[in-house]
């Protein structure tokens, strides 16, 4: 199978690394405030008093054999998904929070460095890695039954589950250069096949549609238009220009762009299947050698929840220092709460319910988002 090779300018290669960087699980800011995180002072009346499922959780996780390495995903508002190391070898338990029980899952041989869940929870995704330079996909099903395995010549890789047809996912396979080959996986065919696509980072705007951020290798800019393209077709169309940064999800699509000409905020814009604005806000930003720093976030489609790290000021990020808060935004109801303030700008995941979150370079902690505390899912 051929790669498809191109020579990345410099300013190009900072933009790929940054992406990876961003979108990997360890990546967090370094200069953040390291103050205990402290509850907003506006606290609703429902949030007095802690709901049953959380004060009936049991942690911290006592780990069965090896060492806590991270948290995978939720697998349920009270499951987890969680790795231990032992030596060279890694298993994936899961851990009830209301039993107090953790069931293997999967065991490998192999180092594992990511585990993703699809949207449904049909399959899990198991990336092993063998060598520095091969990176192992298994799929799993929900049981632990092994439906797939692959290998790829890569350095490292991307994954990006088809949240309308959760037997595909397309994955960009980069070489230590940054060069890369993009691939869809299809699960029930057990087969991959080889695409076209113009940039590394692509995510899923229908069953057989793609968007990605067409940056400009001749000239780079701190953004770039948002373009859509059908797999196997030639041909794409702009949805949006001067884009820093997007996310997609069933129905949704947001956007991150600067708030005005003299881009002293970033502007969050959501946006329905029509491509109709149905909420925006801004925030501060943090610039970047190689950009803007988009804080970690999370969106929950069911509920109508979105969470993000905002930084207090706009400023340098290797110069800032005064932490971030944790706000919660309702795209449907079109208003925002403070969750938390004092926090680091690091990892986060919505439960299902939207009522939890886990957060930290490791997910190695619970927010309780209606009492506002924070949990320790490991002893330290």
Known sequence: MSLYKRKINIKYMFQIMFLLIFTSFF????????????????IDKDNNKPSQPVAAWKLPIKIPEGEFYKVGSWFSDHQLLYITNLEQSSSVYFYNLLTGKS???????????????????????????????????????????????????????AFEWNPFNESEILISAFKEDWTYQMLLLNIEQSKTTELSIPQPFIKWVGKDEVAYLNWDETSPSL???????????????????????????????????????????????????????LYSFSIPHLTMFSGWLVPYHDFNESKGKFITLKPLKSAEADAYSEGFE???????KGISNMILQGMKNEPIQLSPSGEAALYGNRFEKIIHLKTKEISELVDK
């Open 27 to 42: 990546s967090a800011c370094t200069h953040q405030q390291d103050a205990k995180p402290s509850p907003s002072k506006e």
């Open 326 to 332: 944790l706000i919660s935004y309702d795209i449907n």
């Open 223 to 277: 953004f770039a238009p948002l373009m859509s393209k059908k797999i196997g077709a030639e041909g794409e169309e702009v949805l949006f220009n001067d884009v820093l940064q997007f996310s997609t999800y069933h129905n949704i699509l947001m956007t991150v762009t600067a708030r005005d000409e003299e881009q002293l905020q970033a502007s969050y814009r959501f946006y329905n299947k029509d491509k109709k604005e």
């Open 103 to 157: 069931e293997l899952l999967y065991k490998s041989e192999f180092p594992i460095v990511t585990l993703q869940v699809s949207p449904s929870k049909k399959y899990i995704l198991i990336q092993t890695s063998p060598s520095t330079y091969e990176g192992q996909v298994i799929i799993l099903s929900s049981e632990g039954s092994e439906l797939m395995k692959q290998s790829f010549p890569s350095y490292e890789l």
